[in-house]
């Protein structure tokens, strides 16, 4: 049964150190999401990629956060450096394009989030 | 404006009985996937079931159903035999096809369940 995962599960860190979430998107998937979820805001598109390239980011703070996808098995979100604000759970979603003549809406298969706490 | 409506925050449910979640949607683009997704209280956001724009039937999955009502721009979910294991909160979530924008999911704020024994 394949699987998003994401590392680590929960951190916990103090403001200004920088914090690096990882992402394993299912084999063969070619999208790769990030969410960020919080109480007030509900869920939030971070950062998009299609085929490692980053088509959208707009949704991130621009000086404090960066996506980056490695390679097609590893997405990586960093903060640095972190601020209480960005408590929050974060998740890594993937999901197949087929092309044109596919089903264009692909599924998003979320990962089960990094819970992160920053004081 | 909201792209998509969740009217029920919160919801009780009677173990074996259905359940009918709320979702609206708003949208000019002829073409939008509609999606439904479950978070149980461990936190993770599992895919329910899946409805295009285009499709003639509604969509199934075991005991879940979507009642597309495509002229009222509504989408509920429907739980059949409901269970103690579907409580959670429950999100509706929208993709259009516009251009270039079409990889978007909008949510909804959600609907939590609680089916009681």
Redesign the interface.
Same mark, same amino acid.
């Given at each position: 049964d394949a699987r998003v995962t994401q590392t680590p599960r929960h951190k916990v860190t103090e403001m200004g150190q920088e914090v690096t979430m990882r992402c394993q998107p299912i084999l063969g998937h070619n999208?790769v +999401?990030w969410y960020r979820q919080t109480m007030m805001q !509900? $869920?939030e $598109?971070l950062a &998009?990629f @299609?085929n490692r390239a980053p $088509? =959208?980011d707009s949704g991130m703070p621009k000086d404090r956060f960066s996506a980056e996808m490695p390679d097609a098995t590893l997405a990586t979100l960093k903060i640095q450096p972190s601020e209480p604000r960005d408590s929050a759970?974060y998740?890594c979603?993937s999901g197949l394009v087929k092309g044109l003549a596919g =089903? @264009? +809406?692909e599924?998003? &298969? +979320? !990962?089960? !989030?990094t819970?992160l706490l920053v004081l | 404006a909201q792209k998509i409506t969740q009217t029920q925050p919160g919801m009780f449910v009677q173990e074996k009985e259905a359940v009918t979640l709320d979702c609206t949607y708003d949208t000019s683009d002829p073409s939008y996937g509609l999606f439904w997704y479950k978070q149980p209280s461990s936190g993770e956001m599992i895919f329910l079931i899946y409805q295009g724009s285009y499709d003639q039937q509604n969509a199934t999955e075991g005991r879940y159903s979507l009642n597309f009502q495509k002229a009222r721009k509504s989408a509920n979910l429907v739980i059949s035999a409901s269970q103690l294991g579907d409580s959670a909160m429950y999100f509706c979530a929208m993709r259009e096809g516009r251009r270039g924008n079409d990889y978007k999911l909008s949510f909804g704020a959600g609907t939590t369940v609680t089916v009681r024994a």
């Open positions: 999208t +999401f !509900g $869920l $598109l &998009y @299609r $088509l =959208d759970v998740f979603a =089903d @264009r +809406f599924t998003q &298969y +979320f !990962g089960p !989030g819970r | -």
